[in-house]
C-alpha cells in the first residue's frame, strides 16, 4: 500500500464513526512513522541539470555509482562519457578521462571531441564524398580535403540526445537515442540511434550501439574517450605501457586517409604485440600532420563476437584498461594535436597527455572496397560493443 492509499484507507475507517480513539491515534502515528524512516532504495543513477547549449537546449548530466567507489558521469549532449574516477593501486581516486566544467567547454573549439560518441560516421571519409548504390554524397569538409567524425553541426557530438537511466537488478547506466534525420550532415536516410552505457562493480564501463535506418546509408559510431590513467591533467601518457591484439594495421597518407594497404605489424614501431612504452618508438613516427600514432589497428579477433583489443598499464598509477570490442578495428591517437586546452577544474590538457583507443571500422571504410563494409541498409540492425574495464595491478 502506498502513502496516499494508507491515508485514504485511515480516513475512511476513522472519520466515519467520529471515533478516534488513542489506541487508533499511536497506530497512525506509528505507520506514518514506520513510513517515513523505511529504506528507500538508493536512486542508483543522480539525474542533474548541467547547462544550456548555445541554442538553449538543456544537457542533462547522469551519474553512476558502483561498490568499487568509482564514479561515471554522462551527458546528454553527445551521449559523452564526461567523467569517471576510479581508485588507483594506493586507493586514491582520480577522474581518468577528459572534460570540460561546463557546456560551454564542451562547445568551443578546444573540445577536441572528448568522451564523445563520434558518427555517423566516425574518423575521416576521404575528400568529403562517398558513392552509394550509384548516387553521389557531398559532405562538409571539416578536417583539410575531408570529413571527420561525423561532419560540422549536426554530427552525433554536438546533438543533445535522450537519456533515461538504467535502474534494473544488477545494472546502473543510461540508454540514449538519438534519430538523425535523412540528410543531417549529408548523410541519407533517417538514421535512429541507441548508445546505452553501463557501468558494474568490477569497474567495466560497457558500451553497446544499436542503430537502425530507412535507406543505405554508411554507420561507423564509436567512442572518443581521452584517458590519462594517472588522472586526466597529468602532463605525459608516454610513459604508459600498450598492447594491441593486431598483427597488422591501415597506413595512411598525408591526410591521415588509409592507403588501401593492410601492413605488417612486424619490425615497426606499430608492434604492440607486447608490451611497449607508448613513448618507446613515437618519434620514429615523424610523418606530417600528426607526428604519433593517430592510426587504425586491423584487429586480430574478427569474428564479431566481444574480444580483448587492447590493454594499457600506468606503471605509477596501478592503473590497467582493458577495451574488448565485438569491432575489428581499433584507431590509437595519442593526443598529437592537443594544445593545452584547460579542462575540468582547470587542468591543463597538454600535447601528448591523453590517448583514444576508438573501437570501430577502419576509416574512409565507405570509399575503400577492401575494408569491411560499414553500409547499413533498412531491415539490419548495426550493433557494436565496447568494453573499457579499469582494474589495478
Ligand atoms: C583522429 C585524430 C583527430 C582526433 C580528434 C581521432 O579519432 O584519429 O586524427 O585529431 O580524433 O579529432
Same mark, same amino acid.
Given at each position: 500500500?502506498?502513502?496516499?492509499?494508507?491515508?485514504?484507507?485511515?480516513?475512511?475507517?476513522?472519520?466515519?464513526?467520529?471515533?478516534?480513539?488513542?489506541?487508533?491515534?499511536?497506530?497512525?502515528?506509528?505507520?506514518?512513522?514506520?513510513?517515513?524512516?523505511?529504506?528507500?532504495?538508493?536512486?542508483?543513477?543522480?539525474?542533474?541539470?548541467?547547462?544550456?547549449?548555445?541554442?538553449?537546449?538543456?544537457?542533462?548530466?547522469?551519474?553512476?555509482?558502483?561498490?568499487?567507489?568509482?564514479?561515471?558521469?554522462?551527458?546528454?549532449?553527445?551521449?559523452?562519457?564526461?567523467?569517471?574516477?576510479?581508485?588507483?593501486?594506493?586507493?586514491?581516486?582520480?577522474?581518468?578521462?577528459?572534460?570540460?566544467?561546463?557546456?560551454?567547454?564542451?562547445?568551443?573549439?578546444?573540445?577536441?571531441?572528448?568522451?564523445?560518441?563520434?558518427?555517423?560516421?566516425?574518423?575521416?571519409?576521404?575528400?568529403?564524398?562517398?558513392?552509394?548504390?550509384?548516387?553521389?554524397?557531398?559532405?562538409?569538409?571539416?578536417?583539410? =580535403?575531408? !570529413? #571527420?567524425?561525423?561532419? $560540422? &553541426?549536426?554530427? %552525433?557530438?554536438?546533438?543533445?540526445?535522450?537519456?533515461?537511466?538504467? @535502474?534494473?537488478?544488477?545494472?546502473?547506466?543510461?540508454?540514449?537515442?538519438?534519430?538523425s534525420p535523412a540528410g543531417e550532415e549529408?548523410? =541519407?536516410? !533517417? #538514421?535512429?540511434?541507441? $548508445? &546505452?552505457?553501463? %557501468?558494474?562493480?568490477?569497474?567495466?564501463?560497457?558500451?553497446?550501439? @544499436?542503430?537502425?535506418?530507412?535507406?543505405?546509408?554508411?554507420?561507423?559510431?564509436?567512442?572518443?574517450?581521452?584517458?590519462?590513467?594517472?588522472?586526466?591533467?597529468?602532463?605525459?601518457?608516454?610513459?604508459?605501457? %600498450?598492447?594491441?591484439?593486431?598483427?597488422?594495421?591501415?597506413?595512411?597518407?598525408?591526410?591521415?586517409?588509409?592507403?588501401?594497404?593492410?601492413?605488417?605489424?612486424?619490425?615497426?614501431?606499430?608492434?604492440?604485440?607486447?608490451?611497449?612504452?607508448?613513448?618507446?618508438?613515437?618519434?620514429? %613516427?615523424?610523418?606530417?600532420?600528426?607526428?604519433?600514432?593517430?592510426?587504425?589497428?586491423?584487429?586480430?579477433?574478427?569474428?564479431?563476437?566481444?574480444?580483448?583489443?587492447?590493454?594499457?598499464?600506468?606503471p605509477k598509477s596501478g592503473r590497467v584498461?582493458?577495451?574488448?570490442?565485438?569491432?575489428?578495428?581499433?584507431?590509437?591517437?595519442?593526443?598529437?594535436?592537443?594544445?593545452?586546452?584547460?579542462?575540468?577544474?582547470?587542468?591543463?590538457?597538454?600535447?601528448?597527455?591523453?590517448?583514444?583507443?576508438?573501437?570501430?571500422?577502419?576509416?574512409?571504410?565507405?570509399?575503400?572496397?577492401?575494408?569491411?563494409?560499414?553500409?547499413?541498409?533498412?531491415?539490419?540492425?548495426?550493433?557494436?560493443?565496447?568494453?573499457?574495464?579499469?582494474?589495478?595491478?
Amino acid at each position: 500500500m502506498n502513502c496516499r492509499n494508507r491515508w485514504a484507507w485511515w480516513l475512511g475507517i476513522a472519520l466515519p464513526g467520529l471515533s478516534l480513539n488513542c489506541a487508533a491515534i499511536v497506530l497512525l502515528a506509528c505507520t506514518l512513522v514506520i513510513e517515513m524512516t523505511a529504506p528507500v532504495a538508493r536512486a542508483e543513477v543522480i539525474v542533474t541539470e548541467f547547462g544550456k547549449t548555445a541554442e538553449g537546449t538543456a544537457v542533462t548530466q547522469f551519474t553512476l555509482k558502483n561498490s568499487q567507489g568509482a564514479v561515471v558521469k554522462l551527458l546528454s549532449l553527445g551521449a559523452t562519457l564526461a567523467e569517471w574516477h576510479v581508485p588507483c593501486k594506493s586507493g586514491q581516486v582520480d577522474d581518468v578521462v577528459f572534460g570540460f566544467d561546463n557546456v560551454a567547454g564542451y562547445e568551443s573549439k578546444d573540445n577536441g571531441y572528448f568522451g564523445c560518441i563520434a558518427g555517423r560516421v566516425a574518423n575521416r571519409i576521404a575528400n568529403a564524398r562517398f558513392t552509394l548504390d550509384g548516387k553521389q554524397y557531398e559532405l562538409a569538409k571539416n578536417d583539410g =580535403p575531408n !570529413t #571527420l567524425h561525423g561532419g $560540422v &553541426k549536426r554530427s %552525433l557530438d554536438k546533438v543533445v540526445w535522450k537519456g533515461t537511466p538504467i @535502474e534494473r537488478e544488477g545494472e546502473r547506466g543510461v540508454e540514449f537515442k538519438y534519430a538523425s534525420p535523412a540528410g543531417e550532415e549529408g548523410f =541519407p536516410g !533517417t #538514421l535512429s540511434c541507441t $548508445v &546505452k552505457y553501463t %557501468l558494474s562493480d568490477t569497474n567495466a564501463v560497457r558500451i553497446e550501439y @544499436e542503430a537502425t535506418t530507412d535507406q543505405a546509408t554508411p554507420v561507423n559510431l564509436t567512442n572518443h574517450a581521452y584517458f590519462n590513467l594517472s588522472g586526466a591533467g597529468s602532463p605525459t601518457i608516454l610513459d604508459h605501457e %600498450l598492447m594491441l591484439a593486431a598483427d597488422h594495421y591501415t597506413p595512411i597518407n598525408d591526410v591521415l586517409i588509409p592507403t588501401g594497404e593492410i601492413a605488417s605489424v612486424v619490425g615497426t614501431p606499430f608492434d604492440f604485440r607486447q608490451f611497449h612504452r607508448i613513448g618507446e618508438r613515437v618519434d620514429e %613516427l615523424t610523418a606530417k600532420p600528426g607526428k604519433g600514432y593517430d592510426h587504425n589497428f586491423v584487429l586480430n579477433n574478427q569474428t564479431g563476437q566481444l574480444a580483448l583489443a587492447a590493454r594499457v598499464r600506468d606503471p605509477k598509477s596501478g592503473r590497467v584498461l582493458s577495451v574488448f570490442t565485438t569491432e575489428p578495428g581499433i584507431q590509437l591517437y595519442v593526443g598529437n594535436f592537443l594544445t593545452g586546452a584547460k579542462g575540468k577544474g582547470g587542468k591543463t590538457y597538454a600535447y601528448r597527455s591523453g590517448f583514444c583507443l576508438e573501437t570501430q571500422h577502419y576509416p574512409d571504410s565507405i570509399n575503400q572496397s577492401n575494408f569491411p563494409s560499414v553500409v547499413l541498409r533498412p531491415g539490419e540492425t548495426y550493433r557494436h560493443t565496447c568494453v573499457y574495464q579499469i582494474a589495478v595491478e
